[in-house]
């Protein structure tokens, strides 16, 4: 058996492993020996804050036993069976998720993770549907897989082109901030610029055809990108142009899902019911990987007599399920939801607090525990710390400053991404900010003017 000391965790991981989303020679990963509540610790004894719940998932903190513990007996009694089988954690999680979708999505489809669960929504669209087009916004990130990838509007898309899955539509979001509609009218009310957004899209399906778009996809909030929350009005609007137009409105909720922004999917802050709806991450809080498709009924009641072609081996795996049952037991037990909605104005006050203290801030965006620091140059013409799919040395030096100081956060572009576990209390999110508060004096040094 092979058996490394915690001092070679890195030296090993370089030598064997192919990291994601890097050039390979530039890796340099924090090397990870425990992780208990908000915190984690490198092989270094080096305590971190985790101000992005790892990659926007770890919702109810590390090391929670009662998960761990789900998963140690599920192991122990059946740890695995075919998806053409069932189990006893398959039922129960069907029934509880059930109970906390919105509105008749009571049919769930499992995967492994978000990618699959998206490329899964698009194939029941277009089979249910008949109809072959999928709309996305450009500031949105769905997955790594083929199919995700095509729907994904950022950068990370471009490098895979030409050979994605065809039939894929881009739409402008609604970023006020950055609205390409508003440059030069910034003040127009909420109102004036939902509508307009709203009507760029419809214009989009006209020219489209209605007839031939299967279905519209987008981050309820724009996650990675840049916290993006829509304006009001404007997913009441879009679920109202897909029934005008017979067009199946497909939510993301990967990040956004299980208590992220105060309520326990996005979609709810808005009484806004998806023909399908997506969710990973939160599902297990990662203890487990684990994704899933809900479904309306009557989406799913069209495949009693049709053959849905796709499947996975590790469909409904059976410790992935344990997980998930134990996660939202965990959440609602302890009341992890009402405390994203408490700590979320906390957080936001944070938040403004920076903004008013810092040059570089030019703007910040949350709901709930999920939120973005957008930095700039020169707050009157916005010009960006970074830019658009790229990095600055400012950017580079505040990362590396957290870092240093033990804040462990996701800093893209031009934007600090502060997304901690929903278990967080005042003083740990006080911890954070005095740290970010710090780092942004670096930014602050290239404002102009």
Request: charged share 20%; with cysteine; hydrophobic share 40%.
């Amino acid at each position: 058996m092979i058996t490394i000391p915690d001092s070679e965790i890195l030296s090993q991981s370089l030598e064997h492993s192919f990291w994601t989303w890097s050039a390979q020679g530039s890796v340099s990963p924090i090397p990870v020996t425990r992780a208990k509540g908000v915190y984690f610790w490198d092989a270094d004894g080096k305590r971190y804050l985790d101000f992005n719940s790892m990659l926007m998932c770890v919702n109810i903190g590390h090391g929670d036993e009662r998960v761990i513990d789900a998963i140690a007996e599920q192991a122990r009694q059946l740890p695995y069976v075919a998806p053409s089988l069932t189990s006893k954690p398959r039922a129960i999680l069907g029934k509880m998720l059930a109970e906390i979708t919105p509105g008749n999505l009571n049919r769930f489809f499992f995967t492994l993770g978000g990618a699959e669960a998206n490329e899964n929504a698009i194939k029941i669209a277009r089979a249910y549907t008949g109809k072959h087009k999928i709309m996305a916004r450009y500031r949105s990130y769905h997955g790594a897989t083929a199919g995700a990838m095509s729907l994904t509007g950022d950068p990370r898309r471009l490098a895979w082109e030409p050979n994605l899955m065809t039939g894929v539509v881009h739409f402008l979001d609604p970023f006020r901030y950055r609205s390409t509609f508003h440059r030069l009218n910034p003040d127009i009310s909420e109102a004036e610029f939902t509508n307009d957004y709203l009507n760029h899209l419809e214009e989009m399906i006209i020219y489209e055809g209605p007839e031939t778009i299967a279905g519209i996809i987008l981050e309820t909030v724009t996650g990675t990108n840049g916290i993006i929350i829509p304006p009001e009005g404007y997913l009441q609007g879009v679920r109202d142009l897909c029934d005008k137009h017979d067009i199946l409105l497909i939510c993301d909720e990967v990040m956004s899902g299980f208590g992220r922004t105060g309520e326990w999917f996005a979609v709810d802050n808005w009484d806004v019911v998806p023909d399908l709806m997506t969710m990973a991450k939160g599902l297990t809080s990662a203890y487990a990987p684990l994704g899933a498709v809900a479904m309306k009924e009557e989406i799913a009641e069209y495949f009693n007599d049709r053959v849905f072609y796709g499947g996975l081996t590790y469909n409904s795996h059976p410790i992935s399920m344990a997980a998930a049952i134990a996660t939202i037991n965990v959440m609602k037990e302890d009341g992890i939801v009402e405390n994203t909605k408490k700590m979320g104005t906390v957080l936001r006050q944070h938040l403004n607090d920076l903004g008013e203290q810092h040059a570089s801030v030019g703007e910040v965006r949350s709901i709930g525990l999920f939120s973005a620091i957008e930095l700039v140059k020169d707050r009157q013409t916005r010009e960006p710390m970074a830019p658009y799919n790229g990095t600055s040395p400012e950017m580079i030096d505040l990362r590396q400053y957290l870092l240093d100081k033990g804040i462990y956060t996701f800093v893209h572009w031009n934007v600090i991404l502060v997304n901690p576990p929903l278990i967080i209390n005042e003083d740990q999110l006080a911890e954070g900010f005095k740290v970010i508060d710090e780092a942004l004096a670096i930014t602050d040094r290239a404002v102009v003017g």
